[in-house]
């Protein structure tokens, strides 16, 4: 199982991007990448998903290297709404009978006025 | 829509005790997977249900079991509640039929063992 490496915690200004980078050096060649977000007492919330390049949706960016052994979760113009713990995740497709879903500590971003 | 829900919302349970958690999944989804997250730490793996059988377990004892309904619904059960049991317990939906590759979470059931 692939295990991720993420900052256990970042600080930055409303307004500013925050970019957070994952480690996942035994990626395998079927897992994808998924970040969520966590609120306090309340289940995660899937951000963004992707196995390779660049993917963009309206909350955020996922950036993957050609060799898929990090990934970088890319958030523009936070807002103080932002502040959340951010799970990176690998694995493969939710619905594969292979599939083990493991979450790491996660990120705990704070954003401040 | 439904999205995920999950009940109680709070549970306040006994050491030795048996407690069920209960989990409706988001519209045509027909896979659950269930999750312990203890308090600043992040969600761990229980099981996950697929056609009404247990398809994949972390690393859990005995004590938790679960079962998926015809319906897709699901309950975790816990028997001889001890004190680190305590914790969030988290209902996440999927579907085998979608393109779509993420999971939907529940709010959780807030389960306290004094």
């Known amino acids: 199982l692939a295990k991720t490496t993420q900052p256990i915690s970042m600080d930055s200004y409303e307004g500013q991007e925050v970019n957070i980078t994952c480690s996942h050096n035994n990626i395998a060649t079927n897992d994808y990448i998924t970040w969520y977000q966590q609120f306090p007492s309340q289940g995660p919330r899937f951000i963004i998903q992707g196995y390779k390049t660049k993917v963009t949706n309206e909350v955020a960016s996922l950036f993957i290297p050609a060799d898929r052994k990090s990934s970088t979760l890319s958030l523009p113009r936070v807002s103080l709404s932002d502040t959340a713990v951010y799970y990176c995740?690998?694995?493969?497709?939710?619905?594969?009978?292979?599939?083990?879903?493991?979450f790491g500590s996660g990120t705990r971003l704070s954003i401040r006025p | 829509d439904a999205g995920v829900t999950q009940s109680p919302t709070h549970l306040i349970k006994t050491r030795g005790q048996q407690v069920t958690l209960r989990c409706s999944p988001k519209s045509g989804h027909d896979t659950v997977s269930w999750y312990q997250q203890a308090l600043g730490q992040g969600p761990q793996f229980i099981f996950q249900y697929y056609e009404e059988e247990e398809r994949q377990r972390g690393n859990f004892p005995d004590r938790f079991s679960g079962h998926q309904f015809p319906n897709y619904s699901s309950e975790l059960n816990v028997n001889a509640l001890l004190l680190g049991d305590s914790a969030l317990y988290l209902c996440?939906?999927?579907?085998?039929?979608?393109?779509?590759?993420?999971?939907?979470f529940g709010q959780g059931t807030r389960l306290t063992v004094v």
């Open positions: 995740l690998v694995a493969q497709r939710w619905y594969s009978s292979a599939s083990k879903i493991i």
């Open positions: 996440a939906s999927s579907s085998t039929r979608s393109q779509g590759t993420e999971a939907f």
